[in-house]
């Protein structure tokens, strides 16, 4: 009769922590950034209907790295949620801060109960009426949740895509300026460098871009605050 190996709880979390990173860790970076005049969410993803970044409710939007097919089945489920708590109570109970508290619960059941964890990443954002009322919150593939408070880099390069934003980033941006530090930040180019260029050009084909305005109705006459932009504008905000 054959014993089972006994494997310590200690060394089975770290053995599943260790796979889902490396996961996330071969995917394509995403930026969530704040700016004056909303949030701005930029991936690198050359597929033109796969996406990385869409709408949850009326003010708050999703993005994620890693396995596709994972991620997506969460983005459902958060639709679903906030259609029902929106319908059953009010549009103002939906929250990004209920709504990651969901995927957190999710995220850890499925850490700790399955035998393999979800590899993704996921940012969950809620436009303000004030910048400092955005809210940015961070879940890992273990259900941890840190709430941001600038912006939120997930995926790929972190720590270098990190570096190039902590010098590129303001606070006062529009949104053409925060998603060019974003897309430079992707592409491993410093915009203060003396206009070198970085070894990599994403054009905007090979960038999923989208925003939530802060003040929808004034600019659009639509309460939802979400818009994703085409290549064309994509373009004219990139330049040459």
């Given at each position: 009769?054959?014993?089972?190996?006994?494997?310590?709880?200690?060394?089975?979390?770290?053995?599943?922590?260790?796979?889902?990173?490396?996961?996330?860790?071969?995917?394509?970076?995403?930026?969530?950034?704040?700016?004056?005049?909303?949030?701005?969410?930029v991936?690198?993803?050359?597929?033109?209907?796969?996406?990385?970044?869409?709408?949850?409710?009326?003010?708050?939007?999703?993005?994620?790295?890693?396995?596709?097919n994972?991620?997506?089945?969460?983005?459902?489920?958060?639709?679903?949620?906030?259609?029902?708590?929106?319908?059953?109570?009010?549009?103002?109970?939906?929250?990004?801060?209920?709504?990651?508290?969901?995927?957190?619960?999710?995220?850890?059941?499925?850490?700790?109960?399955?035998?393999k964890?979800?590899?993704?990443?996921?940012?969950?954002?809620?436009?303000?009426?004030?910048?400092?009322?955005?809210?940015?919150?961070?879940?890992?593939?273990?259900?941890?949740?840190?709430?941001?408070?600038?912006?939120?880099?997930?995926?790929?390069?972190?720590?270098?895509?990190?570096?190039?934003?902590?010098?590129?980033?303001?606070?006062?941006?529009?949104?053409?300026?925060?998603?060019?530090?974003?897309?430079?930040?992707?592409?491993?180019?410093?915009?203060?460098?003396?206009?070198?260029?970085?070894?990599?050009?994403?054009?905007?084909?090979?960038?999923?871009?989208?925003?939530?305005?802060?003040?929808?109705?004034?600019?659009?006459?639509?309460?939802?605050?979400?818009?994703?932009?085409?290549?064309?504008?994509?373009?004219?905000?990139?330049?040459?």
């Amino acid at each position: 009769m054959t014993q089972q190996f006994y494997v310590s709880p200690e060394q089975l979390m770290k053995d599943r922590a260790d796979f889902a990173r490396k996961g996330i860790a071969r995917g394509r970076s995403v930026v969530v950034l704040s700016c004056s005049e909303g949030i701005a969410l930029v991936a690198e993803n050359p597929s033109p209907s796969l996406h990385k970044i869409g709408e949850i409710y009326d003010r708050i939007a999703f993005a994620a790295v890693g396995k596709y097919n994972e991620f997506e089945s969460l983005r459902q489920a958060g639709v679903r949620y906030a259609d029902v708590r929106g319908y059953s109570y009010d549009r103002e109970d939906v929250t990004a801060r209920g709504l990651a508290s969901v995927y957190a619960q999710s995220l850890g059941a499925v850490f700790t109960a399955d035998s393999k964890p979800f590899e993704v990443e996921l940012a969950v954002a809620e436009v303000g009426l004030r910048q400092a009322e955005d809210h940015l919150y961070r879940l890992t593939f273990d259900g941890s949740i840190a709430d941001e408070p600038d912006y939120v880099v997930m995926g790929g390069e972190i720590d270098a895509v990190n570096e190039t934003l902590r010098s590129n980033w303001d606070a006062g941006q529009d949104f053409a300026g925060v998603i060019r530090a974003a897309a430079g930040a992707l592409e491993g180019h410093l915009p203060d460098n003396g206009g070198a260029s970085g070894q990599r050009r994403l054009g905007p084909e090979m960038l999923e871009v989208a925003v939530l305005d802060r003040d929808p109705m004034s600019s659009r006459g639509n309460r939802r605050a979400f818009r994703r932009l085409s290549n064309a504008e994509v373009t004219d905000i990139l330049g040459d």
